[in-house]
């Protein structure tokens, strides 16, 4: 039985391992297949994207430490700048990822606490808009928090 005592943070550049490891058990978890082949390149890869983008605020993160200082949880926003368009001058959006619990750790709050986090932020910097795609553990959160499906987005996929 894991320790009842956590804490929520915004990660920082000296987070980079610990957000590099649960982003590995994520896919682990979800794309298992795919992440065995992805190998030592996918680990150097997204070494190298954590490095680069947390100092710069291209990609934002929190974490949930334990007590004993383990990450346990991590979730994630890519901010993305639209140009601007009438009635939205700023028109800063963000896309949701990373959202992951250490199972031992799921069903105490974590990714609600970190959701909230981020709304908060979200709300606080001016985002208008947030999107994600869910996987079915996270869907009930999600809409909870008010995300809704939308009808009228398209994908492309090379
Ligand atoms: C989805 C995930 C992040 C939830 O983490 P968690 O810390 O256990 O979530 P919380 O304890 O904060 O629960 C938040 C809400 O979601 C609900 N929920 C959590 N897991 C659920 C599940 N598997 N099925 C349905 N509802 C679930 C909880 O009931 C809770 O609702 P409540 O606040 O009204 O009680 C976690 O299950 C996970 O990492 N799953 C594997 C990776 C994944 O699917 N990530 C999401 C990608 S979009």
New binding site residues.
């Given amino acids: 039985m894991p320790p009842a005592g956590w804490r929520l943070r915004q990660a920082s550049p000296e987070d980079v391992e610990a957000l590099l490891r649960l982003r590995l058990a994520?896919f682990q978890?979800?794309e298992p297949q795919k992440t065995r082949e992805g190998g030592d390149a996918l680990v150097s890869v997204t070494r190298r994207f954590l490095q680069d983008s947390l100092p710069t605020g291209r990609f934002v993160a929190w974490l949930v430490e334990t007590d004993a200082g383990e990450a346990v949880?991590c979730s994630g926003l890519s901010p993305f700048d639209r140009p601007p368009s009438p009635g939205a001058l700023e028109a800063r959006e963000g896309y949701i990822l990373n959202?992951?619990?250490a199972p031992a750790?799921?069903?105490?709050?974590?990714?609600?606490?970190m959701m909230e986090a981020l709304l908060a932020h979200a709300r606080a910097t001016g985002y208008r808009k947030l999107w994600?795609?869910?996987?079915?553990?996270?869907?009930?959160?999600y809409e909870?928090l008010g995300f809704e499906p939308n009808p009228i987005a398209l994908e492309w996929h090379p």
């Fill in positions: 994520l978890e979800l949880a959202m992951y619990t750790w799921r069903g105490r709050g974590l990714a609600r606490a994600l795609h869910t996987s079915p553990d996270g869907r009930a959160l909870s």
